[in-house]
């Protein structure tokens, strides 16, 4: 077998940012932080979501909008949406 062709396999601990859960994992994740685990410092790597806080896992029916983007979409594209629906129908009356 040839030597230096796999990465390092090691634990790691994945932090997740919003609600500072804590998961220890075998990767090959490459990181200069450490964090404490169980009293044990490990290598760490910050996730923004994880199963603490993803809504199919927590059950939560959260929508976030922050921008505006659903908005937005229906000013744009609302009145010609409207207009391409409303087309086949005046069509039939005919």
């Known amino acids: ?3 230096n062709t796999h990465p390092e396999y090691r634990d790691v601990c994945f932090v997740d940012m919003s609600t500072g859960k804590k998961y220890l994992c075998g ?3 490459k990181t200069s932080q450490t964090e404490e685990f169980e009293g044990k410092s490990y290598p760490s790597v910050k996730v923004s979501i994880s199963s603490s806080s993803h809504p199919f896992y927590t059950g939560d029916t959260k929508f ?8 937005k979409f229906k000013k744009k594209y609302g009145a010609k949406a409207a207009a391409v629906s409303e087309a086949p129908a005046k069509k039939e009356q005919k």
């Open 64 to 71: 976030v909008d922050t921008e505006g983007r659903v908005d």
């Open 27 to 29: 990767s090959a994740v």
């Open 1 to 3: 077998m040839k030597e």
